[in-house]
């Protein structure tokens, strides 16, 4: 095969952009030149770019000017400003998720629990609006980054539907932990929200996907979803908390649990949990409930490999579990949690598409769909749950 040369940079320089490296070094169809990095944290940058001897860029539009392609590594409140930059100058762009949000009102007294989730919602889709238009008039693609997409489980139920032509009646899922390490995260005005778009995001973004792929298969039309009911809490803000020390507990404004009831055009129907209050390190599964098959998909844990380990610090420089409280113990050590969590098959599936114009099974019309049953999510759960519609794209 006579692979083809692409030329890419990475925006941003902390978490994510770290993987997105890592995953970039995976990939085998393409040839690709990472050429460098922006950042706005200029000093973070330069060691990021110094570690991997790749060029830091102090400006955005240099990086541009010598890429094809854009990795979107930095908080939501940038991903349309940096995407759209991209688009414009016709540049394929892989937006991390959530794709975009309501990022705030820029008051210093903003409080998401006291915000016009109706002005949110309409704020985030005018966002998915610009960002949808910059790529209709672009000759790049708008990537949509949703791991959960390519994690080998999800991909496999893909082949199951593909292969079966089954019917999903009832899907459920989640993602929790037991707290994220950013100081960001703590105020929604930095993230669009707390964990119902932080973590619910995935599990949601699977569900939408593989709905999507049953109508595909079945008469080449995606089974879109048609109304939203949720509920949000604050559990570690609840005066009754009674901290024991295992779970974050220094949230501003966010919610920390919340569950989303998701109907599909077709009547069938998903629920979504996302929480910040789960011991015993990082909880990502999805269940699928079909007419001919049912699907448990581990992404994390899993029990791909198992330890025992009776003394704790002999494990203290080996890396187990993504936010495993105690390494002592039996636990589901993983063995590669990139490739579980499914990181290298999105850059590798992106990059074909890219280069070959190979199907984009993540897109930005999946992403737009996540933004906006999330935000009518969010609506409902300030409706006390009420039933919302949801706007499809
Ligand atoms: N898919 C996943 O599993 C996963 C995991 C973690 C984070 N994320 C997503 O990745 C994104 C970034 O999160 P992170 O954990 O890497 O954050 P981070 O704080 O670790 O890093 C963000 C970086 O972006 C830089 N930055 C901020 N605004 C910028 C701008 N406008 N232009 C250039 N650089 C800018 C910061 O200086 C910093 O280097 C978020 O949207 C988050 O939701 C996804």
Redesign the pocket.
């Known amino acids: 095969m006579n692979k083809k040369t692409i030329r890419t940079g990475i ?7 770290s993987f997105h490296y890592e995953a970039l070094r995976k990939a085998y169809s393409v040839n690709i030149e990472i050429i460098g990095v ?4 200029q000093e ?2 330069r060691k990021y770019a110094e570690k991997r001897e790749i060029r830091f860029f102090e400006q ?1 539009d240099a990086l541009l000017g010598e890429v094809d392609v854009i990795h979107v ?4 409140i ?2 349309e ?2 995407s759209i930059a991209g688009l414009k100058r016709d540049k394929f762009v892989i937006c ?3 794709m975009t949000g309501y990022i705030g009102d820029d008051s210093p007294g903003f409080h998401w629990e006291r915000a016009d989730k109706q002005v949110a919602l309409q704020t985030a889709l005018a966002s998915i609006d610009r960002m949808l238009e910059a790529e209709e008039k672009s000759k790049g693609r708008l990537l949509y ?1 949703e ?1 959960w997409v390519y994690a080998p489980a999800i991909q496999k139920e893909r082949e199951i539907l593909e292969k079966t032509g089954g019917q999903i009646l009832w899907i459920h899922g989640e993602e929790a932990h037991s707290g994220s390490h ?1 100081v ?1 995260y703590a105020y929604a005005a930095r993230c669009g929200g707390g964990v119902l778009i932080g973590k619910g995001c995935h599990p949601l973004t699977a569900a939408l996907y593989l709905k999507r792929v049953e109508g595909r298969v079945r008469n080449d039309k995606p089974i879109r979803p048609k109304t939203v009911t949720a509920r949000t809490h604050a559990l570690t803000r609840l005066k009754q908390f009674r901290d024991e020390g295992h779970i974050r507990k220094d949230y501003y404004d966010i919610d920390d649990f919340s569950m989303m009831h998701v109907e599909f055009e077709d009547g069938t129907i998903a629920d979504i949990i996302a929480s910040d209050i789960v011991l015993g390190g990082i909880h990502n599964w999805l269940e699928v409930c079909a007419n001919n098959h049912r699907a448990v998909c581990n992404i994390n844990p899993n029990t791909a490999m198992m330890t025992y380990n009776p003394v704790e610090k002999n494990f203290a420089d080996i890396y187990v579990v993504e936010k495993i409280g105690t390494k002592q113990g039996w636990a589901c050590t993983s063995p590669d949690e990139d490739w579980v969590t499914g990181y290298p098959q999105e850059i590798e599936a992106f990059y074909r598409t890219i280069a070959y114009g190979e199907p984009l099974e993540s897109d930005s019309r999946l992403g737009a769909d996540a933004i906006s049953t999330i935000y009518s999510a969010y609506l409902s759960a300030d409706r006390g749950g009420a039933a919302v519609e949801i706007k499809t794209y």
């Not at 922006?38 to 944290?41: F, K, R, V």
């Not at 590594?73 to 939501?76: A, D, E, G, I, R």
């Open positions: 925006v941003g320089s902390g978490f994510s952009a922006h950042s706005l944290d973070g940058g955005l590594c930095v908080p939501p940038g991903h400003p940096v991390e998720k959530p980054a791991n950013s960001d």
